[in-house]
Nanobody, 129 residues
């Protein structure tokens, strides 16, 4: 059973930063792609960012939702089987539970969440104005 454990969430004021981590129990290289999505109460899940972890020629491909472009950065440490989400200039509308997930088919690179294989329990991010 694949396990993904998110950490790094918390409460910050608008304009602040947080760095989320997602530790996988398997090689993230074998996952092909991993992503972060979020869900706020009463709202649909939203793909936030994604990265190709399968070692594609030319370097990793990434995806960012329009709402976070220029503020969030996704990265990976294959040796530690960990994916990170650096979140800067946080806004109250970023408040949500954040989850990381694996996606062997890499549809997360198009912001599509239907192809997720596994996801974690989530970490809460709360941004106050």
């Amino acid at each position: 059973q694949v396990q993904l454990v998110e950490s790094g969430g918390g409460s910050v004021q608008a304009g602040g930063s947080l760095r989320l981590s997602c530790k996988a129990s398997i090689s993230i290289y074998s996952s092909n792609c991993m992503g972060w999505f979020r869900q706020a109460p009463g709202k649909e899940r939203e793909g936030v960012a994604a990265i190709s972890t399968g070692g594609a020629t030319g370097g990793a491909r990434t995806y960012y939702a329009d709402s976070v472009k220029g503020r969030f950065t996704i990265s990976q440490d294959n040796a530690k089987n960990t994916v990170f989400l650096q979140m800067n200039s946080l806004k109250p509308e970023d408040t949500a539970m954040y989850y990381c997930a694996t996606d062997h088919g890499c549809s997360v690179l198009r912001g599509v969440l239907q192809g997720l294989d596994y996801w974690g329990q989530g970490t809460q991010v709360t941004v106050s104005s």
